[in-house]
């Protein structure tokens, strides 16, 4: 592995260890196990970075097209867990006897290292896609991922779906996602939702897009 490939790893990993020190000495001072379930979303919020990698890589060594687009769409369905970290600042309203401070930085922690784990993985995709059909095509790309994402949170947060379940239940998930888009309108907490987490995340990935520059690898070696 290159160095900053080493030094991108070694600096998530570092973040992530740091939120479940936090977790576990908060679960010890207080003995209240709340903030136990971050430690799952931020697991998943590795997965896309993993599927992301391993689709620049293959990219790279010129793997067939049937197992980059297997890759590209499983990432799709578990991008949403990354920006989904985002949401349990929501445990912030919750006084559970730690200091509000230790919680703010906590959550914080945990949602910037989801984030940041999830734009890096959309960066090395949006890297691929502009390889293989320009520029346009892979902003394009970010935007429908991001927007798409931004609906995935909705349905975590407030639907209870998971990312498996496209797996486990795709009957019940299709049948509930069509329910919805039948009359759309009907629905403005879900509109909301989404179109402000797409404006949020937006935003943010053009901050990082443009703070990244060379610091994650953009080129494809032929």
């Keep these: 592995m290159s160095k900053r490939r080493v030094l991108t790893l070694a600096s998530l990993a570092g973040l992530s260890g740091l939120v479940v020190a936090m977790v576990v000495v908060r679960v010890a001072y207080t003995g209240n196990s709340q903030y136990v379930s971050m430690l799952w979303n931020l697991f998943l919020a590795w997965i896309p970075f993993a599927l992301a990698v391993r689709v620049y890589d293959g990219y790279r060594r010129r793997a067939g097209g049937l197992w980059l687009w297997a890759g590209g769409l499983l990432w799709l369905v578990f991008f949403p ?10 445990y912030l309203r919750d ?3 730690a200091l509000t401070w230790y919680d703010a930085v906590l959550t914080s922690a945990a949602a910037g290292c989801g984030l940041l784990l999830g734009f890096i993985s959309l960066y090395l995709m949006q890297s691929v896609v502009r390889r293989a059909l320009g520029m346009v095509n892979a902003w394009l790309f970010a935007l429908a991922a991001l927007a798409l994402s931004s609906f995935g949170v909705y349905l975590g947060r407030f639907q209870r779906w998971n990312s498996w379940d ?5 009957g019940v998930l299709a049948g509930d996602l069509w329910s919805g888009l039948v009359d759309p309108l009907d629905h403005p907490r879900t509109i909301a939702v989404t179109v402000f987490f797409t404006f949020f ?11 990244a520059g060379k610091s994650v690898p953009e080129r494809v070696e032929r």
């Design 201 to 211: 995340l937006g935003a943010t990935y053009l901050v990082f897009y443009s703070l």
């Design 95 to 97: 006084w559970t006897g």
């Design 166 to 170: 496209v797996f486990t239940r795709p």
């Design 81 to 90: 867990n990354a920006p989904y970290i985002v949401t349990d600042l929501k």
